[in-house]
């Protein structure tokens, strides 16, 4: 048994020594051959150029559908920016040159497999990176962003807007980039019977190719890393710049960068927590516990109750607009002619819509970077309008003839500091239109139950969120009469008047909305109309707020402006009538009213031309009704009137002289002011700073934490500590 073992041992032995001395003979030799592709191009440099090109076409032919799967895939990235951020960034080589390392880098793992392997691997990849495009095209023509994974806590969601995704988003653009899976699988078919496929089979070494292609993707990788500055890494590190991130480095390093970041809440505690506590304290440490200043509108409507209505999709330029003399918002008109009206503001949402404009009204802070508060940050603590009120004795109450867990709002709700949730459980649908119960039959309704809480509470706190108004803004049918057309008088042969009509918006998208629009408003009227016969506007502060806009195309703006009824066609941009509507007034138009209204402000109504965004309501209101938020990140307006900022969750931000787009670094002047570098540096320094502790209260919890934590200061340089302000 011995002598066997020896004779095993000796086997073992002589194979390790074989082996060994292949490897250095395959490393002399690959040694010389260096040395002689060196000494021959020394003596022929042309005739070693071109052996070295037809060992590169070689090389692809071997690897024909390894390169196939990398130029379409890195084409599809180039055309989804083109498509969502224009032609500019056909040339960008930056971000080719980081797809093409990611795709080196994931398409390597195909040498692990067999060839039958290799061609499903770089299938599915490139399927699943094809979706990735289809739902980014998508996704950005309706919220002019790109998606996230976070979405995945939202899709719950989509159900009950399904009509409203593929009738207004989903389009025949977004479908061209599913071309590229089937030319995959066309070209593989085509490949695979050819002499070259052949040979590859037994030419190509996958452990060899495998290694070649990492080294390959790490080599562009570090060539594009020397591209990056630190303002780069920043954006790409708080993520909330995304135009900016998928145009420095493409769409698929942006999806893994937020992959990374969805998952920081979940490991929050692990993450930069002591920094971001410290970063908080500092901003807030010269902040008042207490109302710091008083000015003309301070406790005007104190103990007064408060019905907040939210208007769904209700833009600014809705009001005053005719078509054929008849107002599309009379009611609307109205209230903004009566009441306090802001006419320069500004929603704030991200991809919560709806639920961003929700939270940032009652809290003042910003939507989420990554996800959405309502969804994904529902048991953080938040100092909000509901809970201050609470404090003062009020009862409040939300109502809204949706489901009660959309956007996870009975969550949400309480614990913003509602009382009640009053949802669609709590309704008789018995006229529907659009997404549900009908706006007219939920504003009936609501008053009902409203005359009840008025008759168990002194002071109530309620909001009214509308649904009707909301896209795809299809039910054309029921929305009653109002024409968006043109009608004309002429006198025809006979000598007779004869009314002719030229479609103008009729049949559009955005002529939809003005008929959704003109409904939602008759059913405003029938609200107050309830409201006053039940006595219930006596003591009582209206405050109206569209929630965002309508998301429709630019082009139906400039049919809107540029409509030549006698050829029934848009102005060419060259005729001397037309109305130049670019991607910054398109924009800038997606503001909507602020209004606040009581039976005392029709004796003294003011129109108020701030520039104003929707975390300015609650300082706004606070100091009206007398409840101090310390954390709340906008201002109250009539304390900084002109000199305010409005900041939006893309890092982009508006004063009342300019709007800065950060992800293009351009600046569009409204004013004749002329702005210094100096101060567009400064503003978004300051927007970087207040949307990064914003996050971070949410992330972190550090309203809660704030209160008993405490940090280490040892662990960071002292420096200058920046306050709140700008």
């Known amino acids: 048994m011995s002598i066997k073992n020896e004779k095993n041992k000796g086997k073992r032995i002589t194979k390790l020594y074989l082996k060994k001395e292949r490897k250095e003979k395959k490393s002399i030799s690959m040694i010389e051959r260096f040395k002689r592709k060196v000494s021959n191009f020394k003596k022929d440099p042309k005739a070693s150029l071109k052996s070295m090109w037809k060992a590169f076409l070689s090389s692809l032919s071997v690897n024909r559908l390894f390169i196939f799967f990398i130029f379409f895939n890195v084409l599809n990235d180039l055309i989804l920016r083109y498509l969502t951020l224009g032609s500019n960034t056909i040339f960008d080589f930056d971000a080719i040159l980081v797809d093409a390392a990611f795709m080196f880098l994931v398409g390597s793992f195909a040498y692990l497999f067999n060839e039958k392997g290799k061609f499903i691997y770089m299938f599915v990849v490139t399927s699943f990176l094809t979706f990735l495009c289809v739902l980014n095209s998508a996704y950005y023509t309706f919220y002019t962003s790109y998606s996230s994974i976070s979405l995945l806590s939202t899709a719950r969601f989509i159900t009950d807007v399904g009509d409203a995704v593929v009738e207004n988003v989903l389009q025949p653009k977004d479908l061209i980039y599913i071309l590229f899976p089937l030319a995959f699988i066309f070209l593989h078919h085509r490949y695979k019977k050819s002499l070259s496929y052949i040979k590859s089979r037994f030419r ?131 209230l903004a002619s009566e009441g306090m009206y802001f006419n320069n503001f500004y929603t704030q949402v991200s991809i919560g819509t709806s639920s961003d404009t929700e939270f940032t009204f009652n809290t003042s802070l910003m939507p989420a970077s990554i996800g959405t508060a309502f969804s994904d940050y529902a048991d953080k603590e938040y100092v909000s309008i509901p809970k201050l009120l609470k404090e003062k004795g009020y009862y409040t109450f939300a109502m809204h003839a949706n489901n009660g867990e959309y956007w996870n709002r009975r969550v949400m709700h309480k614990n913003l500091g509602y009382d009640d949730l009053i949802a669609k459980d709590q309704y008789e649908i018995d006229e529907v239109i659009g997404l549900g119960l009908s706006d007219e039959s939920f504003f009936r309704q609501s008053v009902e139950k409203l005359k009840v809480i008025k008759q168990e509470h002194d002071k109530y706190y309620g909001t009214f969120i509308m649904l009707s108004n909301h896209t795809p803004f299809s039910d054309v049918d029921k929305y009653g009469e109002f024409d968006v057309d043109i009608k004309e ?73 540029n409509y030549d009824p006698e050829t029934d066609t848009v102005l060419e941009s060259e005729d001397p009538s037309y109305v130049d509507f670019n991607e910054y007034d398109y924009e800038l138009n997606r503001k909507v009213p602020f209004i606040i209204w009581s039976k005392e402000t029709v004796n003294n109504p003011k129109v108020y031309t701030y520039t104003m965004g929707m975390y300015d309501v609650m300082p706004t209101l606070g100091n009206m009704f007398g409840f101090y938020n310390k954390y709340a990140l906008g201002h109250d307006i009539f304390n900084v009137k002109d000199d305010n900022i409005v900041i ?76 709140k302000g700008y």
């Open 204 to 334: 190509l070494k996958s452990r060899k190719a495998f290694i070649k292609s990492i080294v390959i993707g790490l080599f562009f990788a570090l060539v594009y890393s020397t591209t990056l500055t630190g303002t780069d890494i920043s954006r790409l590190t708080k993520q909330w710049n995304r135009e900016y991130i998928v145009k420095k480095f493409g769409i698929y390093v942006y999806h893994v960068n937020d992959l990374v970041k969805s998952l920081e809440p979940k490991f929050a505690a692990l993450f930069g927590y002591d920094s971001a506590l410290k970063e908080f304290k500092d901003f807030y440490s010269n902040v008042s516990e207490q109302m710091p200043t008083i000015n003309e509108f301070t406790g005007i409507f104190e103990g007064k109750n408060i019905i907040v209505i939210h208007g769904e999709s209700i833009q600014n330029f809705l009001i005053g607009l005719e078509f054929n003399g008849q107002e599309v918002t009379p009611n609307l008109n109205k």
């Open 489 to 561: 008088t002429i006198i025809n042969e006979d000598g007779e008047e004869e009314v002719i009509s030229h479609p103008y918006m009729e049949g559009t998208k955005l002529g939809n909305y003005f008929k959704s629009a003109h409904y939602a408003d008759y059913a405003l009227g029938v609200f107050f109309e309830e409201l006053e016969n039940a006595g219930l506007l006596d003591n009582t502060i209206v405050v109206f707020y569209g929630d965002h806009d309508a998301r429709l195309p630019r082009n139906n703006y400039i049919r809107l402006y």
């Open 648 to 723: 939006f969750p893309t890092g982009n931000w508006l004063t009342k002289d300019m709007y800065y787009n950060s992800q293009k670094q351009e600046s569009y002047i409204l004013s004749n002011a002329i702005v210094p570098t100096e101060t567009i540096e400064a503003n978004s320094n300051y927007t970087d700073k207040l949307l990064s502790i914003s996050n971070d209260i949410l992330v972190y919890d550090l309203i809660r934490n704030s209160k008993i934590e405490t940090v280490d200061e040892s662990k960071f340089v002292e420096g200058n500590n920046e306050q």
